[in-house]
Nanobody, 122 residues
Framework: QPLLVESGGGTVQAGGSLRLYCVVS????????IGWFRQAPGGKREGLAC????????HEDPSVRGRFTISRDVRNNTVFLQMNQLKPEDTAVYYC???????????????WGQGTQVTVSS
C-alpha cells in the first residue's frame, strides 16, 4: 500500500518561493516515475514535472521551466518541487504521484498524494 505525503504548501506573496516535499513509502513499482501536478480552481489537472528512478532524469513542463525545478533525495525517499518567482496564476492544489513511465500524463500515475494548497497573493 504505497503512501505519498505532500507538505510545504501555504500562502506566499507574488514573487516569492515555496519548496514542496513528497515523501514516498511502500512503493513496489520498479522502475518508477514521480510526478508533480496541479489543479487550479475550476481548471484541469496539469502535469508540471517528473523524475525517473533510473538515473534521476528530470523533466519540467515548458509552462514552468526556469521557475520550477524537480529534484530528489534518494536516501530519504523524498522528491522536491522548488517553485520560484511565484505568480497569482500558480494558485492551485499541488499533487505528487507515482507511475511507471517517465512522463507528465496524469493517466500514467497510479498512486496519488492528498494534495497541498498553494496560494499566491498579489
Amino acid at each position: 500500500q504505497p503512501l505519498l505525503v505532500e507538505s510545504g504548501g501555504g500562502t506566499v506573496q507574488a514573487g516569492g518561493s515555496l519548496r514542496l516535499y513528497c515523501v514516498v513509502s511502500g512503493l513496489t513499482l520498479q522502475p518508477y516515475s514521480i510526478g508533480w501536478f496541479r489543479q487550479a480552481p475550476g481548471g484541469k489537472r496539469e502535469g508540471l514535472a517528473c523524475i525517473y528512478s533510473d538515473g534521476g532524469t528530470t523533466h519540467e513542463d515548458p509552462s514552468v521551466r526556469g521557475r520550477f525545478t524537480i529534484s530528489r533525495d534518494v536516501r530519504n525517499n523524498t522528491v522536491f518541487l522548488q517553485m520560484n518567482q511565484l505568480k497569482p496564476e500558480d494558485t492551485a492544489v499541488y499533487y505528487c504521484a507515482a507511475g511507471s513511465r517517465w512522463n507528465v500524463l496524469p493517466s500514467n500515475y497510479i498512486y496519488w498524494g492528498q494534495g497541498t494548497q498553494v496560494t499566491v497573493s498579489s
